[in-house]
């Protein structure tokens, strides 16, 4: 049963910082591309941020670059997303996500896996 399970969302005012953290029970973890999704109440689900199997290379929607930082951890089986700066508009529902082909890409039909989500609220 594969699971990834994330945490570290919360409320916190704009300009603020969060850490979310995914943990992922997908075998071998470092055969996979991780990315990061949010949807927000009344949206479609958008791309945030992917990182390769080794974290060498990353992908970042543009809303989010020089902000955001996606990194993972192998021996940890887990992957981050650092929040910086954070805007109101950033207020959504944050889910994780595998892609068992190992590519850095955008496009939520493209994973496969997924979590339950973690709600961050940056409140103005």
């Known amino acids: 049963q594969v699971q990834l399970v994330e945490s570290g969302g919360g409320l916190v005012q704009a300009g603020g910082s969060l850490r ?5 029970s997908v075998r071998p973890f470092s ?17 945030v941020a ?4 080794s974290g060498g290379s990353t992908l970042y929607a543009d809303s989010v670059k020089g902000r955001f930082t996606i990194s ?14 954070l805007k109101p ?12 082909l190992g590519l850095v890409r955008p496009y939520a039909r493209e ?3 997924w ?7 940056v409140s103005s």
């Open 115 to 121: 979590g339950q989500g973690t709600q961050v609220t």
């Open 20 to 24: 979310l953290s995914c943990a992922a």
């Open 89 to 100: 508009e950033d207020t959504a529902a944050y889910y994780c996500a595998a892609d068992h």
């Open 111 to 113: 994973y496969d896996y």
């Open 31 to 47: 055969n996979y591309a991780m990315g990061w999704f949010r949807q927000a109440p009344g949206k479609e689900r958008e791309f």
């Open 50 to 53: 992917a990182v390769s199997r």
């Open 72 to 85: 993972r951890d192998n021996a940890k089986n887990t992957v981050y997303l650092q929040m910086n700066s």
